[in-house]
């Protein structure tokens, strides 16, 4: 193990045994054998394709804060809201901690993890390290688990349900975009990006 190179090493996140780490074929999972944690996994995804990803996910995400996400009516009266409006609304509303909660996971942290993915992804088609390439990735693993797309889609969906019995309800564009956009999320919650430290250099020859 000591004579191994630092970037072939592989160590558990959870119990911190060190492996060597070697190429997984598709759709193979390398557990660590102490713990049964997930240590990586295999995918076929290119720096290209991953950049075009975040282009799509990025285009989708500005359709779905400009776009209304639901339309409720009564008595013939119609009213639709985009999702800054409902954080607006929120916030007059007395419920200042939940619509800055709702700003931060829904709009600013998918923002920052998207903006600083596509930046990072640029450079790394070329083999290089984006500049500011460590602290970027610590914010990567920060800001991460803090993305809440999919949760704000299954509550509005569960909202839209009930709501339903006491008005008209129409779902608009805005929570379809919001639906595509939580799956391209999810592709990338499952590519490990520390692949990136493998995969570019500060110096590429």
């Known amino acids: 193990m000591g004579m191994a190179a630092p970037e072939r090493l592989l160590i558990c996140e959870h119990c911190d045994t060190v492996y060597r780490r070697r190429p997984l074929a598709r759709g193979e999972v390398a557990r660590c054998a102490r713990c049964m944690a997930e240590l990586e996994r295999h995918h076929g995804l290119s720096a290209n394709a991953l950049l075009a990803l975040v282009l799509t996910a990025m285009i989708v995400f500005v359709q779905a804060n400009m776009w209304p996400i639901v339309t409720l009516g009564l008595n013939g009266q119609f009213s639709g809201t985009t999702l800054w409006g409902m954080i607006i609304a929120m916030w007059q509303q007395q419920a200042q901690v939940v619509s800055v909660l709702a700003a931060f996971t829904l709009f600013f942290f998918p923002l ?33 688990p803090w ?5 704000f889609v299954l509550g509005a969906l569960v909202a839209i349900v009930k709501a339903h019995n006491y008005f008209d309800v129409v779902a608009d564009p805005g929570i379809y ?29």
Do not use: C, N
């Not at 993305?147 to 949760?151: G, H, I, K, L, R």
């Open 112 to 144: 920052v993890k998207m903006l600083t993915l596509g930046w990072l992804l640029w450079f790394a088609r070329q083999g290089r390290r984006a500049p500011g390439f460590v602290p970027l990735m610590v914010t990567l693993h920060r800001v991460g």
């Open 147 to 151: 993305t809440m797309s999919e949760v």
């Open 177 to 205: 975009a919001y639906a595509a956009l939580t799956l391209l999320i999810t592709i990338f919650a499952g590519v490990d990006l520390r692949e990136l430290w493998d995969q570019t250099s500060e110096h590429p020859a």
